[in-house]
């Protein structure tokens, strides 16, 4: 049985740090894409970083290039994303998901993204229950 664990969020202030942990169980979370979404109140979920398996590529949304930064440590089956310079307009719910059915190999050829890809929230199949994220100004 497939299960994301999200935990990390909490209250900041704009400028501050957050890490959020993502543990995954029932399946190797390495072995298939990994993503952060968010979604902020009365708006769409929103794709935030990409992760394709083996760390082999990464997607991060314009609004957080620079910023964020997912990576695995598969020795906890766990993935994280780190947030720096946090925003105001990074205030949202977090999720993590899984896509095992392998939608995000249209997204990465020899390495090198392709241009335009973004992830769409119908192709993970499995998600977290969210995390928290408040940043006040």
């Known amino acids: 049985q497939v299960q994301l664990v999200e935990s990390g969020g909490g209250s900041v202030q704009a400028g501050e740090s957050l890490r959020l942990s993502c543990a995954a169980s029932?399946?190797?979370?390495?072995?298939?894409?990994m993503g952060w979404f968010r979604q902020a109140p009365g708006k769409e979920r929103e794709g935030v970083a990409t992760i394709w398996p083996g760390g082999g590529g990464k997607y991060y949304a314009d609004s957080v290039k620079g910023r964020f930064t997912v990576y695995q440590d598969n020795a906890k089956n766990t993935l994280y994303l780190q947030m720096n310079s946090l925003k105001p307009e990074d205030t949202a719910m977090y999720y993590c998901?899984?896509?095992?059915?392998?939608?995000?190999?249209?997204?990465?050829?020899?390495?090198?993204?392709?241009?335009?890809?973004?992830?769409?929230?119908?192709?993970?199949?499995?998600w977290g229950q969210g995390t928290q994220v408040t940043v006040s100004s």
């Open positions: 029932g399946y190797t979370a390495s072995s298939y894409c």
């Open positions: 998901a899984a896509d095992t059915e392998r939608f995000c190999e249209a997204g990465l050829t020899a390495g090198i993204l392709t241009t335009g890809w973004v992830p769409h929230r119908y192709e993970y199949n499995y």
